[in-house]
Every structure is written in structure tokens, then in C-alpha cells.
């Protein structure tokens, strides 16, 4: 009895790397993408999410060790990419009190209220955004304008996805409005209004580059979620050009590249086979456009997401791998 076998919840991986180190690998791959949003959007670029992480480290502290009583779980990195990710949804110049509340529900509700990391059913960071999103529209739309887009009379505005969404609301047609939008080019370089996570599409493909290199995640989810999108978004643009956005639009705008590459990867709520994997990244995508063009939100990444999290415990059931010496049933 002296060597006992210690089982500990998911994610359950072999080989070198730790829970800390995977996590310090997401943190270098999100550096292009906050240096880029530093450089558009000036230092509350900086300072927010330096703020996020903090308020989430303390909050995992305190839920840890005063109300579950147990060791708090800090050192292994996990608070800090809630906090991090969380901030790269978020307006720069998001109020701190606000900004406060957010991590406070994503760690507290959407992680340490079911037992902490490997428990959580759903991404900690969305949870978060979501509920800010929702009690707060106001703060949470207000998008600051790169450095040379911003002037004396506005320096907020709203994302191409909100434009675009506002335009519909009023019976305008999209091929009209996409004119008075940013171009492919200014997207994929991030020369457009919203959250450090919306902008330099180019900075965040370099991150997924690194974490594939690093084989920190693998390409199934983000590959099929991104071309889910241009595939579904690119059959209504070929049917009604008109009144859909073309499929490289869908792919730059909005939180797409960042939810698929960085949350949707998330160990604990996506799925543990690559046939798992698939089958939730098509969900996320069809989920996105569909609600992107029918739903009532410009955006529809984080509810895709979060809906296709619940889902995660039956594809993991469905696609199931045969048991070793498992004999089919006949009859």
C-alpha cells in the first residue's frame, strides 16, 4: 500500500509538459495580439489586462482558500489566461469597477463554483464576457477607435459586425453598407474598432501557429470552426449576395479567429477525440453565422461556444473509442 494510485480530474495528459507550462504557452502565443492591440489602441491596452489577471489570481486565491477551503490552485497558470483571455474580449477602455465584476463571475461562477480547472463545463473567460454583456450593453459596446480613426467628435465606435448588423436592422442592404466598412487588408491587419481580441487577425494566426508548433492544441477544432464559417457564410453569399456578407468577411470580423484558436481549444470544455473535436467545431460554426445573421447580437462566437460546451459530454459519449477487447453485442 505504500504506492497508491493518485487520480486527479481532467485534463488528463502524458508527457513532459504541466499544467503550467501549457499555460505559459497560450500567454506567448496572445503576445503578438496584445502587442498589436497596444500599438492600435494606446496603453489601456496594457493596463487591462494586467488588471484582469490580477483581479483573477486574487479572486481564485480568496474562493480557494476561504470558501472551499482548499490550497489555491494559482501557481499553475490557469488564472492567469482567464484573466488574459477575458480581457481580449473586453473594450480597452472597459470602467476597472466593471472589469472587476467580470473576472469575479468568470472565476468564481464559471470556475471555482465547480470545483476549479478539469470541473468547469464552461469556458470560464466567456462566462464572464457573456454576463458583462448582458448587464452591462452599454460599457461593453463602446468600442475605442484605432490611433488614426479616432477624432475630435468620436473617438468610440461600433465593430464592423455591430455596423453591419445595425444597417440590417434598418432595411439597408449588406453589398451597400460593406463599402463604408474596412477593408479585408484593414481587418486582417486590425485597422478597425473593437476588442484586442477583434482586431490583427494576422497576430492572432501567428499565435496558432506557435501553439501548433508547440503542440499545445491541434488543428481540428480551429480549422474546422473557421471553415464551417467561410463555408456555410460563403453558400448564403453565393445565393444572396445582396443581403449576406462574403465569407473573408465572416472569417476577419468579430471574435471568430479569437474564440476558435484560444477558447474553443480550452482542454477542459471541448472534446476529447479529434472525430469529438470535428463534430464540435462544426456545431460552433454553423451556430456562429446562424446567429450572427438571424439573432439578435452582431456577434455569436461566445454563444456558440458556450452552447456547443454543454453539448461536449454527449460527443465525448457518441464518439466514444471502441474498449480493448471489447466484443460487439449481436442481438
Known sequence: MDKLLTVSMSPHAHGRDTTSKLMLGVVIALLPAW???????????????????????????????????????IRDGSAVVTGLLLAFTLPVNIPVWILAIGTLVAIGVGKMSFGGLGTNPFNPALVGRVFLFISFPVQMTSWPLPKGFATADAVTGATPLGLLKEG??????????????P????????????????????????????????????????????????LFSGLMWLINPVDN????????????????????????TS?????????????????????????????????????????????????????????????
Open 35 to 73: 502587442a498589436a492591440s497596444v500599438w492600435f489602441f494606446g496603453w489601456g491596452a496594457l493596463y487591462v489586462p494586467v488588471l484582469s489577471v490580477l483581479f483573477s489570481v486574487i479572486f481564485e486565491y480568496l474562493i480557494a482558500r476561504y470558501l472551499l477551503k482548499k490550497a489555491p490552485s
Open 183 to 230: 477593408t479585408n487588408y484593414d481587418m486582417f491587419m486590425g485597422h478597425m474598432g473593437g476588442s484586442m481580441g477583434e482586431v490583427a487577425a494576422l497576430a492572432l494566426l501567428l499565435g496558432f501557429l506557435y501553439l501548433l508548433w508547440r503542440r499545445i492544441i491541434t488543428w481540428h477544432i480551429p480549422v474546422t470552426i473557421l471553415t464551417t464559417v467561410f
Open 168 to 181: 440590417m436592422i434598418q432595411g439597408e442592404h449588406v453589398a451597400d453598407m460593406v463599402k463604408e466598412l
Open 271 to 331: 472534446p476529447m477525440t479529434p472525430r469529438g473535436m470535428v463534430w464540435y467545431g462544426v456545431g460552433i460554426g454553423l451556430l456562429t453565422v446562424i446567429i450572427r445573421r438571424w439573432g439578435a447580437y452582431p456577434e455569436g462566437v461566445q454563444f456558440a461556444i458556450l452552447i456547443m460546451n454543454a453539448f461536449v459530454p454527449l460527443i465525448n459519449m457518441y464518439v466514444k473509442p471502441k474498449r480493448f477487447g471489447e466484443v460487439k453485442k449481436n442481438g
Open 245 to 268: 456578407a462574403s465569407p473573408v468577411f465572416h472569417l476577419l470580423s468579430g471574435g471568430l479567429m479569437l474564440g476558435a484558436i484560444f477558447m474553443a481549444t480550452d482542454y477542459v
